[in-house]
């Protein structure tokens, strides 16, 4: 068994992104790519992991203990496409039948009030792939290779309206009092494709490794 364990180097995470091509996000991304690997690392057990007959690394953890690594895993991001968002402006009615007094019986009496709804909508959805490959050191024979792709849509609407207030509804309110659109940071989009992309490529390597 212990002749049989593979050493694994995990690197981090390469972007060949438009966005990074571009020398955007260079806080966020470094942050975000060392943290992807290291995350897989530790989650994977290190080099103390009993889980799989397999030890993981990073690069400079196996030149500091000395070990050669078997195998090496390489994290490259692709495609990623963090579009502006779009506009798109709707208006809808609303009603509500309001109580405005008792007539001579002691009888409620209702009447309804109206109001228009101008709503503006911003969103947009995100995209990522991220590549795995998993390759044989010795012989660069080629281990595992896969690509996972996966999107986060962001939605916020803002409102306005014309007409009787009393004809507008608990959410009504909360948009009309959202006075600024709170776009995430292109930074807090990317970590979000991450955490959505990081469980396939963990279960892939997990695959690779577990025989």
Same mark, same amino acid.
């Given at each position: 068994?212990?002749?049989?364990?593979?050493?694994?180097?995990?690197?981090?995470?390469?972007?060949?992104?438009?966005?990074?091509? !571009?020398?955007?996000?260079?806080?966020?991304?470094?942050?975000?790519?060392? $943290?992807?690997?290291?995350?897989?690392?530790?989650?994977?057990?290190?080099?103390?992991?009993?889980? $799989?007959?397999?030890?993981?690394? !990073?690069?400079?953890?196996?030149?500091?203990? @000395?070990?050669?690594?078997?195998?090496?895993?390489?994290?490259?991001?692709?495609?990623?496409?963090?579009?502006?968002?779009?506009? $798109?402006?709707?208006?809808?009615?609303?009603?509500?039948?309001?109580?405005?007094?008792?007539?001579?019986?002691?009888?409620?009496?209702?009447? !309804?009030?109206?109001?228009?709804?101008?709503?503006?909508?911003?969103?947009?959805?995100?995209?990522?792939?991220?590549?795995? @490959?998993?390759?044989?050191?010795?012989?660069?024979?080629?281990?595992?290779?896969? !690509?996972?792709?996966?999107?986060?849509?962001?939605?916020?609407?803002?409102?306005?309206?014309?007409?009787?207030?009393?004809?507008?509804?608990?959410?009504?309110?909360?948009?009309?009092?959202?006075?600024?659109?709170?776009?995430?940071?292109?930074?807090?989009?990317?970590?979000?494709?991450?955490?959505?992309?990081?469980?396939?490529?963990?279960?892939?390597?997990?695959?690779?490794?577990?025989?």
């Amino acid at each position: 068994y212990q002749n049989a364990i593979v050493n694994i180097v995990i690197n981090p995470v390469q972007d060949n992104s438009f966005f990074f091509n !571009t020398g955007w996000g260079n806080s966020g991304y470094n942050y975000s790519n060392e $943290y992807f690997q290291q995350t897989l690392i530790r989650e994977l057990g290190g080099k103390n992991a009993t889980r $799989y007959p397999a030890r993981f690394y !990073t690069e400079w953890e196996a030149r500091r203990d @000395n070990i050669q690594p078997d195998w090496v895993i390489d994290l490259t991001l692709r495609n990623m496409d963090i579009p502006r968002p779009s506009n $798109y402006n709707y208006s809808r009615n609303a009603s509500k039948q309001i109580e405005v007094g008792r007539d001579t019986s002691g009888h409620i009496v209702y009447q !309804t009030v109206y109001a228009t709804v101008n709503v503006t909508r911003q969103s947009f959805t995100a995209r990522a792939e991220m590549e795995v @490959n998993i390759t044989e050191v010795a012989t660069r024979k080629g281990i595992s290779y896969k !690509t996972y792709r996966d999107e986060y849509t962001w939605q916020e609407e803002h409102a306005s309206y014309n007409g009787d207030n009393r004809a507008l509804s608990g959410n009504d309110w909360d948009m009309i009092n959202n006075s600024a659109f709170n776009e995430p940071r292109k930074e807090d989009v990317l970590n979000e494709l991450y955490r959505r992309i990081y469980p396939q490529v963990k279960s892939n390597i997990s695959y690779a490794v577990d025989w």
